[in-house]
Each structure stands twice: as structure tokens, then as C-alpha cells.
């Protein structure tokens, strides 16, 4: 098969290049080794896509080479992005900071992405493996092979490798004898001595988790909720140190002035479980006699 324009990798990026290019009147075939496209969009602002920033300037980007953002941002700004946005008629909302999530959930985001993709006459293939990448250029893969006049990579990098991140991307490069930097991690897990300042930040990755899931399992009917509980004794619990203290904080600082119990929590687990919650998913329910809701008091050193 022969066309203008190959783009591998039907993320953000390539989503846009592969729009852009068709809007050019290029022929364009965008490539997914995925089942579906835009695996990253679809869970990122928690399942609501934070799709720009008003404020973005590039000032905020930290890179060797400056003028690349500069470029970038004249060209398309993030209010260009916006009135897409709108036309699509998707509604959202500014949370702190110039942050603009949607109202709806993410997947208005891939929808309206996949309407330009139409428009602009690109041809999505899906669950597209890409096998050799050679020069002229002809693209193997398990859907046969391909011949374009420009190709462009667009695999992202290696951050969620359980949504298919792989280092396709720097292995092309170092084929085609592009320099490649040392790789670095971009997110990483960190430790505090005093992490109380930081405590509103603890189970935000889990929040997260629930509503993707729940985005994508409720076309089957699957509803998908969690606990989260308060401090529960258990054979199991009661060797962690502290944790009478741990008990005797809660129960005094609670709304409600007591601890909950593993029968509180299955109670729990069994609304959600019920016909009684037959619309409720995406949630985390919170058991723990209202201590969640507090400032965090500082405990009793014990």
C-alpha cells in the first residue's frame, strides 16, 4: 500500500500531526499497535482530560532548545485548541490555574479527535504492529507493508508500559543515526520526611484508576467502585506499630467519635454490590466514620 504520509503511533500527537497532514490535502494512514487510540487521553485529568492550559507559555517547557516551544505556541496557541473545543460543542470547565478539564469525561476529547480524523480523510488502522522501519520509506507490519513519502514517529515515550509505551520510537531513531539523549524518568515516587503538608495528594493515582476503569468497563454493564477505610483491627493490622494510637486518634477525632470494624466495611461492600447501587460507579466511598473529611490533626506520638 502506498501513501503520502505514514504516522505511527495514535496518541495526542499523532492524532493532530495525522489531522493536519490530511488538512493539507496529504494521504494519510495513521498507525496503532493498540485496539483503540488515544489510550493516554483517555485517562488523563482522572478520566476528564485536562485537554490545555490558558496560561501555557514557553517559558514552562524545559528543553535544549528553547525556540522549539517558541515556535511551536505562535503557530498554535492554546485558545486555537479551545475553540476547537467548542465547535465540538464540549462543554468544560477551568479548574485552578488555567487548567480546562471536560465537564463530560475524556472520551469527548477522542471522539471529536476521530470526527477531524474523518473530516481530514485519514485512515486509522488499529492493532497495527510495526515489525521495520526502512529508509524510502516502507513500514512492515503484521497488516503488510507500507510505502510513504514522509513518515512520522509518534510513539511517546516509556511511561505507562501497561498502555503499550514501548522504546519503538528511540530504536528508530538510533537507526536512522539521530542522537539520543540518555533516558531519565520523568515521574518518579517521592519520599518525605515531614509528609503531612503533602497529605492531600495520597490517592490521587487511585482515584484515577477507578474512574478509567470504570470508563471502560461500564459500555459492558461492569460497574467499577473501591473503598477506602479507616484504620480496621485485624490480626494483621494490630503488628503494625502505633496502630492503637492510630485508633485511639481516630476515635476521638472522627465526626463520629468511634472506629469503624471489617463488618462496617463488608456492609460497604455489599451496597455497592447491591441493586441499590445499580448507578453508582466510578466512586470511592469513604468508611471511616467521617475522619476524611478533617484537616488532618496532628497525631499523639506514640
Given at each position: 500500500?502506498?501513501?503520502?504520509?505514514?504516522?505511527?503511533?495514535?496518541?495526542?500527537?499523532?492524532?493532530?500531526?495525522?489531522?493536519?497532514?490530511?488538512?493539507?490535502?496529504?494521504?494519510?494512514?495513521?498507525?496503532?499497535?493498540?485496539?483503540?487510540?488515544?489510550?493516554?487521553?483517555?485517562?488523563?485529568?482522572?478520566?476528564?482530560?485536562?485537554?490545555?492550559?490558558?496560561?501555557?507559555?514557553?517559558?514552562?517547557f524545559i528543553s535544549g532548545n528553547?525556540?522549539?516551544?517558541?515556535?511551536?505556541?505562535?503557530?498554535?496557541?492554546?485558545?486555537?485548541?479551545?475553540?476547537?473545543?467548542e465547535h465540538h460543542k464540549i462543554r468544560w470547565h477551568e479548574k485552578k490555574s488555567g487548567q480546562l478539564f471536560c465537564d463530560g469525561s475524556s472520551r469527548e476529547i477522542l471522539a471529536m479527535l476521530r470526527k477531524e480524523c474523518d473530516a481530514a480523510g485519514v485512515k486509522v488502522v488499529a492493532e497495527c504492529r510495526v515489525s521495520?522501519?526502512?529508509?524510502?520509506?516502507?513500514?512492515?507490519?503484521?497488516?503488510?507493508?507500507?510505502?510513504?513519502?514522509?513518515?512520522?514517529?509518534?510513539?511517546?515515550?516509556?511511561?505507562?508500559p501497561k498502555l503499550g509505551a514501548t522504546d519503538f520510537g528511540y530504536r528508530v531513531a538510533n537507526q536512522f543515526g539521530l542522537s539520543v539523549k540518555t533516558l531519565r524518568p520523568g515521574l518518579v515516587p517521592l519520599t518525605f520526611d515531614e509528609p503531612k503538608e503533602w497529605h492531600a495528594l495520597h490517592g490521587v493515582s487511585f482515584e484515577a484508576e477507578v474512574r478509567y476503569l470504570a470508563m471502560e468497563l461500564g459500555p459492558r454493564n461492569i460497574r467499577v467502585n473501591a473503598i477506602s477505610a479507616g484504620p480496621v483491627r485485624t490480626l494483621a493490622a494490630r503488628s503494625i506499630t502505633g496502630f492503637t494510637v492510630m485508633e485511639?486518634?481516630?476515635?476521638?477525632?472522627?465526626?463520629?467519635?468511634?472506629?469503624?470494624?471489617?463488618?462496617d466495611v463488608g456492609n460497604a461492600a455489599y451496597y455497592l454490590c447491591s441493586p441499590l447501587a445499580q448507578n453508582v460507579t466510578g466512586q470511592i466511598l469513604l468508611v471511616d466514620a467521617g475522619y476524611s473529611i478533617l484537616g488532618m490533626p496532628t497525631a499523639p506520638a506514640g
Open positions: 500500500m502506498k501513501t503520502d504520509v505514514i504516522v505511527i503511533g495514535a496518541g495526542a500527537a499523532g492524532l493532530f500531526c495525522a489531522i493536519e497532514a490530511g488538512k493539507r490535502g496529504r494521504k494519510v494512514t495513521l498507525l496503532e499497535h493498540n485496539a483503540t487510540i488515544g489510550e493516554k487521553i483517555r485517562i488523563s485529568g482522572g478520566g476528564r482530560c485536562n485537554f490545555t492550559n490558558i496560561h501555557t507559555q514557553p517559558e514552562n528553547p525556540s522549539f516551544a517558541r515556535s511551536a505556541l505562535s503557530r498554535y496557541k492554546p485558545e486555537a485548541f479551545l475553540e476547537l473545543v521495520s522501519v526502512q529508509k524510502g520509506f516502507v513500514v512492515e507490519t503484521n497488516r503488510g507493508e507500507m510505502e510513504s513519502e514522509s513518515l512520522v514517529i509518534a510513539t511517546g515515550g516509556l511511561s505507562i485511639d486518634h481516630t476515635e476521638k477525632n472522627a465526626p463520629l467519635r468511634r472506629n469503624i470494624s471489617a463488618e
